[in-house]
């Protein structure tokens, strides 16, 4: 296994290239079961979740194959994924417990085979992550629904029917699970109370070009008129908004100059917004966003919320920037129960840090120093990177593959705009 070793101090500047999003690729890869005809998915990041997520649907019976890149597009980004015959409607424990966006099979397999056996996903690091609304939203469908032996069993030989699925609280997962099922219920559903993420809207996108007729997609209101069957399309998947933010903390941690190629302002305002808040200078300019350092860091509050408040995604890494403002900063998640473990290692190279429940009290630091600590997460282990970009000395990060989850190629990026970093076999 490898390790990341990062010198911290120096000051980045340049240009980083923003990666396909995983979190809406992962979505548009399952969306493919849905059509018996070729999707193909441009911009896709490569990262260690996709070729997961391919191997299970390649295990239905999709094939996978790189595709050709369009005029302009790099070379290797395309992929095309062909569901015309889906042998095997079980995503089995093996799969599903590596990722767990897997369970995003369930609403296309069901709704296009009339029949699916998905493993639940069960908890993960960050928290107990139960999938009942899913469930319900497919129930409210018309399918009969059937959970043993660690199992989901969820069967419409006749097909699904529209329905009104009304979610008591946001969930991103369950959005995207009754969206792809009701492209081909018969009739109308309407889906109140839905998450708008951006990577709601992505997914919509798609399944439209699939032929799929579905109104509202970033709005609390979506409405789908089922459809007989979608096509096949071509799709480009959103630049990731969690890498770029991730990026621009870097730039302001290292009180560097960073113009994140890709990105979109509107896709992560609350980032923006804070980060600004922090210090940071941040301007939309044309194929990207710039974050410059004002040369101090100020300590700033923050609670996790839905789309469009602030990202659970992004709380590590700004936990990390607190690490070294000037004062203190109160950080609360809101979404997942034990979103804190990047804690104990920020501890570990001199961070302040209490936590009281759902919230940290950060007490900035006049320098961080550099130590071995373990990744335990996947925006953990960016705010252990952040954190070591900045640290005194040397920093040994280990267990990389939830690193690898998520973020393309971090060494790289990072070395070019300026950082001393290496990965070594442990
Ligand atoms: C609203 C939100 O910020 N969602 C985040 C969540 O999406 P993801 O889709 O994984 O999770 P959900 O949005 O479904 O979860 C939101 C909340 O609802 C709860 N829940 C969810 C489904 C369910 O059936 N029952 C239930 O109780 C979860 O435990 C959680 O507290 O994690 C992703 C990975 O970190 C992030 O990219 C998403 O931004
Ligand atoms: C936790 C994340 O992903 P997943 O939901 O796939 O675990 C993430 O993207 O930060």
């Known amino acids: ?23 809406s690729a992962l979505k548009l890869m399952c969306a493919s079961l849905l059509s018996s005809e070729p999707l193909t998915l441009h911009n896709m990041p490569r990262l260690a979740d996709i070729t997961t997520l391919a191997d299970l649907l390649n295990h239905m019976g999709v094939t996978v194959t790189m595709a050709g890149g369009r005029g302009g597009r790099i070379a290797g980004r395309s992929l095309t994924f062909d569901a015309g015959q889906i042998n095997d409607t079980v995503a089995p424990y093996d799969f599903v417990r590596k990722m767990r966006a897997s369970i995003l099979v369930l609403g296309p397999l069901v709704a296009r085979a009339g029949e699916a056996i998905v493993s639940l996903p069960g908890g993960c690091a960050i928290g107990t992550r139960p999938i009942d609304l899913h469930l319900k939203a497919l129930t409210a469908l018309g399918a009969e629904i059937d959970v043993a032996e660690g199992y989901v069993r969820a069967s419409a030989p006749k097909g699904l029917k529209g329905g009104n699925i009304r979610f008591p609280f946001v969930s991103v997962g369950a959005t995207e699970n009754a969206l792809m099922a009701a492209t081909l219920a018969k009739g109308t559903t309407v889906i109140e109370n839905a998450a708008r993420e951006p990577e709601i809207a992505d997914l919509a996108a798609c399944l439209n070009a699939m032929g799929a007729k ?38 302001l941690m290292t009180r560097g100059n960073l113009f994140l190629e890709g990105a979109r302002a509107h896709d992560m305002q609350a980032t923006l917004d804070k980060l600004e808040e922090a210090g940071g200078i941040v301007s939309v300019e044309d194929g990207g966003i710039r974050v410059k350092s004002n040369g101090h860091i100020h300590g700033f509050n923050i609670v996790t919320q839905p789309f469009p408040g602030f990202a659970t995604d992004m709380q590590a890494q ?38 009281t429940g759902s919230s940290a009290t950060v007490r900035g630091v006049e320098a ?33 593959y939830h690193l690898d989850r998520g973020y393309e190629r971090l060494e790289e990026k990072l070395k070019a705009v300026g950082a001393n970093v290496e990965r070594m076999p442990d």
């Open 214 to 251: 579905i109104e509202g997609a970033g709005h609390e209101t979506i409405t789908v008129e089922g459809v007989d069957r979608l096509h096949g399309a071509e799709h480009e998947v959103m630049p990731d908004r969690v890498e770029a933010g991730s990026y621009a903390v870097a730039a």
């Open 318 to 355: 700004f936990m990390a920037l607190a690490c070294v403002a000037d004062g203190a900063s109160v950080i609360t998640e809101a979404i997942f129960e034990n979103r804190f473990m990047h804690v104990p290692e920020l501890c570990r190279l001199g961070a302040d840090i209490t936590v």
């Open 368 to 400: 961080l120093k550099g130590a071995p600590v373990m990744a335990t997460d996947l925006r953990a282990s960016m705010s252990l990177a952040l954190a070591a970009l900045v640290a005194n000395g040397k920093t040994e990060i280990r267990r990389l």
């Open 1 to 23: 296994m490898d390790k990341l070793v990062i010198e911290g101090g120096n000051r980045l500047e340049g240009v980083v290239p923003i990666s396909g999003a995983k979190n």
